[in-house]
T-cell receptor, first 111, second 115 residues
Framework: GEDVEQSLFLSVREGDSSVINCTYTDSSSTYLYWYKQEPGAGLQLLTYIFSNMDMKQDQRLTVLLNKKDKHLSLRIADTQTGDSAIYFC???????????FGTGTRLKVLA | DVKVTQSSRYLVKRTGEKVFLECVQD?????MFWYRQDPGLGLRLIYF???????EKGDIPEGYSVSREKKERFSLILESASTNQTSMYLC??????????????FGEGSRLTVL
């Protein structure tokens, strides 16, 4: 189907790792993205991965891509209260301007 | 600092009113987008534009129109607002060429309430 699926909520304790999962739809998607939305704000790009990669690491963030299962995950190490936000995964269909966004996962970090 | 600016953060309108949502970007991007965001539904594309005076329908264009007279400005128009158009509206822009990641730059959003 057309839906990019994410769980709606995740709650973790400060200092723990968070893992946010996403199942996307189009195996030909060129780029896959993670965006962060803080309260009352627009979305900001956190990181992205090109479809020929399996993993990308950027400081506390690790992105894993399993193309066979169309599964994308975002791991945040040493989660802080400032990481509390909504996280959206998105895919970009090859050769198009079309981006498909997931429903967003609301991450709550408990002190 | 790159910027996408949406002119109104909060609007309250009555059913049947005409509503204009304005978006300006200062990055010389070719592509501009309007999305609406609703809880549990994520972001849904209303319209996008890949050049001045060019526009294409997204997934939910019904009840909306757009205008792109200048490269930096993309307007969303609700000809006759209805209560089911109460939502958060997000404008975005991107630069897309060979080797570009296609990152979308978002404005802060316009929360519209239709009574």
């Amino acid at each position: 189907g057309e839906d990019v699926e994410q769980s709606l909520f995740l709650s973790v304790r400060e200092g723990d790792s968070s893992v946010i999962n996403c199942t996307y739809t189009d195996s030909s998607s060129t780029y896959l993205y993670w965006y962060k939305q803080e309260p009352g704000a627009g979305l900001q790009l956190l990181t992205y991965i090109f479809s020929n990669m399996d993993m990308k690491q950027d400081q506390r963030l690790t992105v894993l891509l399993n193309k066979k299962d169309k599964h994308l995950s975002l791991r945040i190490a040493d989660t802080q209260t400032g990481d509390s936000a909504i996280y959206f995964c998105a895919e970009n269909r090859s050769g198009t301007y079309k981006y498909i966004f997931g429903t967003g996962t609301r991450l709550k970090v408990l002190a | 600092d790159v910027k996408v600016t949406q002119s109104s953060r909060y609007l309250v309108k009555r059913t049947g009113e005409k509503v204009f949502l304005e978006c300006v970007q200062d990055m010389d991007h070719e592509n501009m987008f309007w999305y609406r965001q609703d809880p549990g539904l994520g972001l849904r594309l209303i319209y996008f534009s890949y050049d001045v005076k060019m526009k294409e329908k997204g997934d939910i264009p019904e009840g909306y129109s757009v205008s792109r007279e200048k490269k930096e400005r993309f307007s969303l128009i609700l000809e006759s607002a209805s209560t089911n158009q109460t939502s958060m509206y997000l404008c975005a822009s991107s630069l897309r060429g060979l080797g570009e990641s296609g990152e979308l730059f978002f404005g802060e959003g316009s929360r519209l309430t239709v009574l």
